[in-house]
């Protein structure tokens, strides 16, 4: 089905994407779920991305990315909507839409509870479009009937909620079991949470991306789609504290803004910094059928979640071997010659290089001789691009600690652990 509109492009079936790449169309779509993006930048300004996962009687599922503010916040759970001058792009093998300037988004159908109860042709007669995208919306109303998606019935979980005006019991040891990420996001006292979430997108470091001019860089997932070096190692992998996970650059433009806490390490028996390569600060977005949460991943986080990948070795193997962009770190020597003595680094900090952690290290390594042929950089890579294929992936269990003294993008959710959990089957009294 694909024909004229105007001067909004073709209005087009889902399954026919992949043959209007690069083209602007029209799109009447049922949506299944909304994953919001919000990014708040040090000077008052914010990037805003909004992922809608949609369908239609011809592809159940299809993403697309609203890049408006206003257009997203348009955007609920259940209605049937019609995208008007969307872009279909190609990210790898994933062929989606994403919108622009001239973009619009038009609410057709709403709520949910009224297609499923009402009839075909007393929905459809109420709206004020074309003949082709009234037939069109006969037919995802019809598929919508016929599926009868119950799971998007909870389009209130899109609205916060407020704080609770009553002092909570005091929190026990044990870890909350959070049944969702929704459940999560509505904790509201400081606390340690268990729940499965699979991961949605990895948002750049802050003191990393506010100076690039196009906002799909800020995206992680945008960045390995593009050709040649992507530059991740050059802004994830920075010289910091191995143990408290703080960037500890000298050369940082950021450094007299540090907060005093930063010139020892929190989380160390004698406060004193391990220098050494670490992974920098980053917001992974995890998400579920009912909503997301931004959590904000350390080092020590970061390692388990890249399979215990040290950020040291895949930033070796990135330099041993050519690519398209060049990395230097001045501060890497701290690493490379470790001394039993403390000293101070540029601007006063603290630190101490163990030289009994990195013999052992190295020691062990030298057991392991066949992993100085890996390339841990290429492994790192196809890591997070297997990482960040959505709904390709099960569920993760992530450990977070809640802060509710902060906010979301200030780090509330801060990531503990990740492990992948194991469905165990009942054995026959045969194999006992």
């Known amino acids: 089905m694909t024909s004229a509109i105007g001067w909004y492009g073709p209005l087009i079936d889902l399954s026919k994407a992949a043959v209007h790449i690069g083209d602007f169309v029209q799109l009447v779509v049922f949506i299944h779920r909304i994953t919001p993006l919000q990014y708040k930048l040090s000077n008052g300004g914010e990037v805003i991305r909004t992922d809608i996962q949609v369908g239609d009687e011809t592809r159940p599922f299809f993403s697309v990315s609203l890049w408006q503010k206003q257009m997203g916040s348009m955007a609920v759970y259940g209605d049937v909507v019609l995208l008007q001058n969307v872009k279909i792009v190609k990210y790898r093998d994933v062929v989606e839409a994403k919108t622009v300037t001239q973009s619009s988004l038009h609410g057709l159908l709403h709520p949910y509870e009224s297609i499923l109860t009402k009839g075909v042709d007393e929905l459809i007669e109420g709206c004020r479009v074309g003949i082709a995208a009234k037939e069109k919306l006969r037919k995802v109303v019809e598929w919508v009937k016929k599926s009868n998606t119950r799971q998007f019935r909870g389009s209130q979980l899109q609205q916060r909620q407020f704080p609770r005006n009553w002092k909570l019991p005091v929190e026990s040891k044990k870890p909350e079991d959070c049944c969702s990420v929704s459940r999560l996001s509505h904790l509201t006292n400081s606390c340690k949470a268990v729940f499965d979430a699979s991961v949605a997108e990895i948002l750049m470091p802050q003191a990393e991306c506010e100076s690039w001019c196009d906002k799909e860089d800020m995206f992680v997932s945008r960045r390995l789609c593009k050709k040649g070096d992507p530059g991740l190692v050059r802004h994830l992998i920075c010289t910091g504290c191995r143990i408290c996970g703080s960037p500890l650059e000298a050369n940082s433009e950021n450094t007299s803004k540090q ?14 910094h391990v220098i050494s390569l670490i992974y920098r600060p980053f917001m992974l977005y995890v998400w579920d059928d009912s909503d997301y949460a931004p959590l904000l991943v350390k080092n020590k986080a970061a390692e388990l979640l890249f399979g215990n990948i040290k950020a040291e070795r895949v930033y070796s193997c990135y330099k041993e071997k050519p690519h398209d962009g060049e990395v230097n770190f001045k501060d890497t020597d701290t690493e490379t010659k470790p001394t039993s003595q ?50 390709t992936n099960s569920l993760l269990k992530f450990v977070v600690n809640v802060n509710a003294s902060l906010d979301w993008e200030n780090g509330r959710f801060e990531m503990v652990s990740v492990q992948m959990p194991c469905l165990r089957t009942k054995r026959s009294p045969d194999h006992i």
């Open 259 to 272: 907060n005093a806490a930063i010139l020892y390490c929190l989380e160390s028996s004698n406060r004193l």
């Open 342 to 391: 403390p000293k101070a680094a540029e601007g006063g900090v603290l630190v101490s290089c163990s030289s009994a952690v990195d013999k052992r290290s190295l020691e062990w390594e030298g057991k392991l001789g066949f992993q100085r042929n890996m390339d841990f950089y290429r492994i790192w890579l196809i890591l997070l691009k297997t990482m960040l294929q959505q709904r």
